[in-house]
């Protein structure tokens, strides 16, 4: 079986401020890290993986995101693709899971994409699904399980306070919600053997994506401007008597699960 | 009636915090203190807190202040448990020379001489008891005391600042120093972020890295650098020791428990503050929270414990951060005056603030309030480092 | 024919709550839309529950077999009403299955889609969304480029339209297969590890100091919440070091998380990401979580408990 998982290198810091002059983006630090949710995706693919079978990692980004690939590699990874172009930046979804899905192609087919279910910066969940119908698959988000028999594959997905029993045919797209496992961490050993790992590097030449198809040029979805909110967050307060306080924390508690329930509730 | 003086310190971390309580100890002393994010949750939040008893983290000739710093917290913890965020592990000093054994013979000493357990062990299979995952192969001997533990300097400053503010002191939270006001070569304020100011008459840098910014602001040139102290948090294969993970110090590295975890980081010895790699004078507002280690870090790890802690080398790498430590040319801190009147440092402590600041503050307020010196306060003055420039 | 369309999935036993801010959200944009709704439980008989001031039609789609789970079908049937109907503009909830339909439905359409809009408004012929992003210390505005644009809304984010009668409605059946098949729908299990929870309460020193640890964690199993606490809880045997949240511990990212007696340090905070609500309980007023949380009590603990565990 040939297993292909997506991750993502987003930025590690939460202190972000936009400069007044450009309403840019100021990053604090440079630092990442692989998404977390990705993490969980990356156990359910290990699971998957058995004797024979193959699992290749792929990441769009910058030239630091190999530091997302090298995590996977040091989990079991076979092959590494660091899908890296000028063309790429500025992405949009759609753009992104252009990039995502000709890389797939290219060096698939695969039986089974895995990704995170969202990104902690971007945090949309489209990329998954749109993959997936460039990929002419069927996709389930939220998956928390995955069996694979003879072809067949049993998912588990998560939505509100239920759990679904899906099947369907392999190829399949799977997302993982953060949460999801437990994933087994990289050692110490495996990680300083995986940094000597080779690395891929494809190019939008490499794919034949016209550039203008892609990144900025080819965004659909743009972001025209940039806001700083407030400096300094502060809580909204619940006043009042004990009793009073209590009934307003009840309803709010209430009000929260509820939305839980029907598969809301807060999220970025 | 007499004025009262008034002392502002800039920065909330175990530094401002410990010179804090200990002016407010004087009710002649009317102190406030600026910290614009959360006391302690700064530099203080990255230190591993290790106030052990024999260590060289610190010369043995400022064993007294290692000393003292130890006895304060232990007296935090008594008074209140888990105010100094107390972990009793042991701790277990390694041997690889005939000079570090000699080295933790003396450290020893000391702590007995004070009333605390040491040892030196040869017995291997002893060693291999108290930690089971060491390759004692690769050394000599080890130091191990079981009264030593470590401390959480997030959890001490915050107790410094409660008692402060119990002694009457103020803590304005949330508040950023912008400007430093000097009159005639004289400091006689801060003004912050929000447009306020306030009025002292002695200010005193409590900023630790940031302390080049700081002194900026009052047109002082400190000469602190920046060394990296790049710390792993590791999982056990075991995942669930079934016996105390003591502290455990190498030459290179020291280890101490984290909850089930194992929290390592690289010692600061041997530092060369003009290698890139080791220190540079950069932005501590631009260090991440987490993860920032260079690359070479994980190999260094990994042959460290192959070497000496080979049941660490199947460890999970859970997470990761880097730190700043705030170092002088000759890594011990700058303490008290400067060339700008009435404008002090309590700064520069390169890793060491946790042990260092209980002792440099009990000295510093009382200079401060009674113009009275110590000899600690000569050995760390900044007037040392002025001469040793320009030569 | 208007050309703005707010697209809904009508899902068992979860009534369309959402239609009324979208109607009110369509209403700002200047022009009424229609409205679609999608599924094999969609009838005609739903129509009159569905009408909002905003809307001018309502279109009943059929998808007969369709549960909400095959997005693949849903979303063909999705694309083929955009394109019929010559839809320009799509309105939908932002919520986790309208997001999977209209992502593969972009695809199919070529349409730029952007996610979870606080705010709409039209500027110079065009729409543009502010959307909260880091975490909202940043709001950014969005557009989309061309047509069709397709737009996901946060629930709460407009004040909802008053209900209406008398609008037309037409209905029609799209037969479009899937390659996923549904079997059953159990409960959710509680999570075996603090990871998976969505809910969690998390006990922290204030809490063993003032002996509420117990009250606490029953306050934690009347909700159905997964128990959590911070260093000293952890330090002190109360709670497994794997229950610890923290930098050191375990990072968790709940949608809704309770904190009892927790002050707030970085080390604790950076246990706990992804945005969720977060509701803080201490009876310092100066306590750092106040500038973490997005609702701060202060109270004390026990009093407050008793109150709320009374509750039934």
Same mark, same amino acid.
């Given at each position: 079986?040939k297993?292909a ?9 939460s202190?972000v ?9 100021i ?10 949710s ?11 993986k ?8 792929f ?5 630091d ?7 996977v590699?040091?989990?079991g ?13 500025g ?7 252009k990039?995502?899905?000709a ?7 695969y039986?089974?994409v895995?990704?995170?279910?969202a990104?902690?910066?971007?945090a949309?969940g489209?990329?998954?699904p749109?993959?997936a119908e460039?990929?002419g ?5 939220d998956a ?7 072809g ?10 239920s759990?679904f029993?899906?099947?369907t045919?392999l190829?399949?797209l799977?997302?993982?919600p953060f949460g ?9 050993r495996?990680?300083?053997?995986a940094?000597?790992?080779?690395i891929?590097?494809?190019t ?13 040029a ?7 401007d940039t806001?700083?909110v407030?400096?300094?967050k502060q809580a909204?307060?619940v ?14 508690v209430?009000g ?6 029907q598969?809301g509730?807060?999220?970025? | 009636? @007499?004025?009262k003086?008034r002392?502002?310190?800039i920065g909330?971390g175990?530094?401002g ?7 407010s100890?004087y009710d002649?002393?009317d102190v406030?203190?600026?910290?614009k994010g ?13 106030v ?9 000739r400022?064993w007294?202040?290692r *000393?003292?710093?130890f006895e ?5 913890e008594?008074?209140?448990k &888990?105010s100094?965020?107390?972990d009793k592990?042991?701790t277990l000093v390694?041997? %690889?020379?005939?000079k570090e054994v000699?080295r933790i013979?003396?450290?020893i000493a ?7 357990t040491?040892?030196y062990i040869?017995?291997k299979?002893?060693?291999?008891q108290i930690?089971?995952m060491?390759?004692t192969?690769?050394i000599l001997g080890?130091?191990?005391t ?5 401390f959480?300097? %997030?959890m001490? @400053?915050n107790t410094?600042?409660q008692?402060?503010?119990?002694n009457?002191g %103020? ?5 950023d120093?912008?400007?430093i ?8 304020g801060v003004k912050?972020?929000?447009g306020?100011?306030y009025d ?5 840098d409590?900023t630790g890295?940031w302390?080049?910014?700081t ?6 040139d400190?000469?602190?650098? !920046?060394t990296?102290a790049?710390?792993f948090?590791?999982v056990?294969p075991?995942?669930? *020791? ?6 455990l ?12 975890n194992?929290?390592i ?9 003009d290698?890139p790699m ?5 932005d501590?507002d631009? *260090?991440?929270?987490r993860?920032? %280690?260079?690359d ?6 990994? !042959?460290?414990f192959?070497?000496?802690v ?5 460890a &999970?790498?859970n997470s990761?951060?880097? @730190?700043?430590?705030a170092?002088?040319r000759?890594?011990l801190p700058?303490v008290?005056?400067t060339?700008?009147k009435n404008?002090?440092?309590a700064?520069g402590? &390169?890793?060491?603030g946790?042990i ?6 009990r000295?510093?307020?009382?200079y401060?309030?009674?113009?009275? @010196?110590t *000899?600690l306060?000569e050995e760390?003055?900044f007037?040392?480092l002025l001469k040793?420039?320009?030569? | ?16 709550d959402s239609?009324?801010?979208l109607?009110?959200a369509a ?11 999608f599924g094999?439980?969609?009838t005609?008989?739903?129509a ?7 809307i ?5 789609v ?18 083929q009403?955009?394109?019929?109907d010559?839809?320009?503009?799509v309105?939908?909830e ?18 730029g889609m952007?996610?979870?809009c606080?705010?709409?408004?039209v500027?110079d012929g065009?729409i543009r969304?502010?959307?909260p992003s ?5 709001m950014?505005?969005?557009?989309v480029?061309?047509?069709p644009?397709i737009?996901t809304i946060?629930?709460g ?5 008053d209900?209406?009668d ?5 209905v ?14 159990t409960?959710?299990p509680?999570?075996?590890h ?6 969690v309460?998390?006990a ?9 640890f117990?009250?606490v964690?029953?306050y934690a199993?009347?909700?159905g919440?997964?128990?959590?606490g911070s260093?000293?809880v ?10 610890q949240?923290?930098e050191?511990g375990?990072?968790i990212?709940?949608k ?6 927790v ?13 969720g609500?977060i509701?803080?309980i201490?009876?310092?007023p ?8 997005d609702v701060?009590?202060c109270a ?6 008793i109150?709320?565990n009374?509750?039934?």
């Amino acid at each position: 079986m040939k297993i292909a998982i997506c991750v993502k290198y987003v930025p590690v810091d939460s202190k972000v401020q936009v400069d007044p002059a450009t309403h840019a983006l100021i990053r604090n630090s440079g630092a990442g890290e692989i998404n977390p949710s990705d993490r969980y995706a990356v156990e359910m693919a290990r699971r998957l993986k058995k004797d024979g079978d193959t699992l290749d990692v792929f990441t769009m980004g910058p030239a630091d995101a190999v530091r997302a690939l090298k995590v996977v590699l040091a989990l079991g990874a076979d092959h590494a693709y660091l899908l890296n172009d000028k063309a790429f930046a500025g992405s949009d979804t759609l753009g992104t899971a252009k990039v995502l899905a000709a890389a797939l192609t290219q060096y698939g087919p695969y039986d089974v994409v895995l990704m995170g279910s969202a990104s902690n910066d971007g945090a949309t969940g489209q990329v998954g699904p749109m993959t997936a119908e460039l990929l002419g698959m069927p996709d389930v988000t939220d998956a928390v399980d995955l069996q694979i028999d003879g072809g067949q594959a049993a998912v588990s997905k998560k939505a509100g306070d239920s759990l679904f029993a899906l099947k369907t045919a392999l190829p399949v797209l799977v997302t993982v919600p953060f949460g999801a496992n437990e994933p087994e961490l990289p050692t110490l050993r495996n990680q300083v053997a995986a940094n000597q790992h080779d690395i891929i590097d494809v190019t939008a030449a490499d794919l034949g994506i016209a550039p203008e198809t892609v990144g900025q040029a080819g965004a659909l979805s743009i972001v025209t401007d940039t806001m700083q909110v407030v400096q300094k967050k502060q809580a909204v307060t619940v006043t009042g008597t004990v009793d009073e306080m209590a009934n307003k924390l009840a309803g709010l508690v209430e009000g929260q699960l509820k939305a839980l329930q029907q598969g809301g509730g807060e999220h970025v | 009636m @007499s004025k009262k003086k008034r002392i502002g310190i800039i920065g909330g971390g175990i530094s401002g915090t410990a010179l804090g309580f200990n002016l407010s100890l004087y009710d002649d002393a009317d102190v406030t203190l600026f910290e614009k994010g959360r006391i302690g949750c700064g530099t203080t939040a990255k230190s591993a807190g290790t106030v052990c008893l024999f260590d060289d983290s610190l010369n043995n000739r400022y064993w007294d202040v290692r *000393l003292y710093g130890f006895e304060t917290y232990l007296k935090m913890e008594r008074e209140r448990k &888990g105010s100094a965020g107390f972990d009793k592990t042991g701790t277990l000093v390694c041997a %690889t020379s005939e000079k570090e054994v000699d080295r933790i013979k003396a450290g020893i000493a000391l702590a007995e001489s004070a009333g605390y357990t040491g040892e030196y062990i040869t017995d291997k299979a002893r060693i291999k008891q108290i930690l089971p995952m060491l390759n004692t192969d690769t050394i000599l001997g080890a130091g191990y005391t079981a009264d030593d533990g470590y401390f959480d300097g %997030t959890m001490i @400053s915050n107790t410094f600042a409660q008692k402060m503010e119990a002694n009457g002191g %103020t803590i304005l939270r949330g508040a950023d120093v912008t400007e430093i006001v000097i009159e005639n070569g004289t400091a006689k304020g801060v003004k912050t972020a929000d447009g306020d100011r306030y009025d002292f008459d002695v200010v005193v840098d409590c900023t630790g890295p940031w302390s080049r910014f700081t002194g900026e602001m009052a047109g002082l040139d400190v000469p602190i650098w !920046h060394t990296k102290a790049e710390a792993f948090f590791v999982v056990p294969p075991e995942k669930h *020791l079934d016996y105390v993970f003591p502290i455990l110090k190498f030459p290179a590295f020291y280890a101490l428990r984290a909850g089930n975890n194992i929290f390592i980081c690289k010692s600061h010895l041997s530092m060369n503050l003009d290698d890139p790699m080791h220190a540079g004078q950069w932005d501590p507002d631009r *260090l991440p929270e987490r993860e920032g %280690t260079d690359d070479y870090f994980i190999d260094f790890l990994f !042959h460290q414990f192959e070497k000496n802690v080979p049941g660490l080398t199947d460890a &999970g790498l859970n997470s990761s951060w880097l @730190s700043y430590r705030a170092e002088t040319r000759d890594f011990l801190p700058i303490v008290g005056d400067t060339p700008v009147k009435n404008y002090l440092l309590a700064t520069g402590y &390169g890793g060491n603030g946790v042990i260092e600041a209980p002792a440099v503050s009990r000295d510093l307020a009382k200079y401060i309030m009674r113009g009275e @010196s110590t *000899l600690l306060l000569e050995e760390w003055a900044f007037s040392r480092l002025l001469k040793d420039k320009g030569e | 024919m208007s050309k703005t369309a707010i697209f809904i999935w009508i899902q068992k036993g979860r009534a369309a709550d959402s239609v009324a801010e979208l109607a009110a959200a369509a209403k700002a944009l200047g022009e009424p839309a229609a409205l679609y709704a999608f599924g094999a439980d969609a009838t005609e008989a739903l129509a009159a529950d569905l009408a909002y001031d905003g809307i001018d039609a309502v279109h009943i789609v059929n998808t007969p077999g369709l549960t909400p789970c095959q997005t693949d079908g849903l979303a063909d049937a999705a694309a083929q009403v955009m394109t019929d109907d010559g839809l320009a503009t799509v309105l939908l909830e932002a919520e986790a299955v309208g997001r999977d339909i209209m992502s593969r439905a972009a695809v199919k359409v070529g349409a730029g889609m952007t996610s979870d809009c606080t705010a709409l408004k039209v500027q110079d012929g065009s729409i543009r969304q502010i959307k909260p992003s880091f975490g909202a210390q940043v709001m950014v505005a969005c557009e989309v480029k061309g047509t069709p644009q397709i737009v996901t809304i946060k629930k709460g984010s407009t004040a909802p339209a008053d209900k209406i009668d008398g609008l037309p409605v037409d209905v029609r059946t799209i037969e479009a297969a899937s390659k996923i098949t549904c079997g059953d729908v159990t409960a959710l299990p509680s999570s075996d590890h603090l990871t998976g929870a969505d809910v969690v309460v998390v006990a922290g020193k204030g809490a063993i100091e003032s002996g509420q640890f117990e009250a606490v964690k029953a306050y934690a199993d009347k909700i159905g919440a997964a128990l959590a606490g911070s260093r000293p809880v952890a330090d002190q045997g109360f709670i497994p070091f794997d229950d610890q949240i923290g930098e050191s511990g375990t990072v968790i990212q709940p949608k809704l998380c309770i904190i009892f007696g927790v002050s707030g340090a970085i080390q604790f905070t950076e246990g706990i990401k992804g945005g969720g609500k977060i509701i803080a309980i201490n009876n310092d007023p100066n306590a750092p979580i106040r500038g973490f949380a997005d609702v701060f009590i202060c109270a004390d603990m026990g009093e407050l408990l008793i109150a709320m565990n009374a509750q039934d």
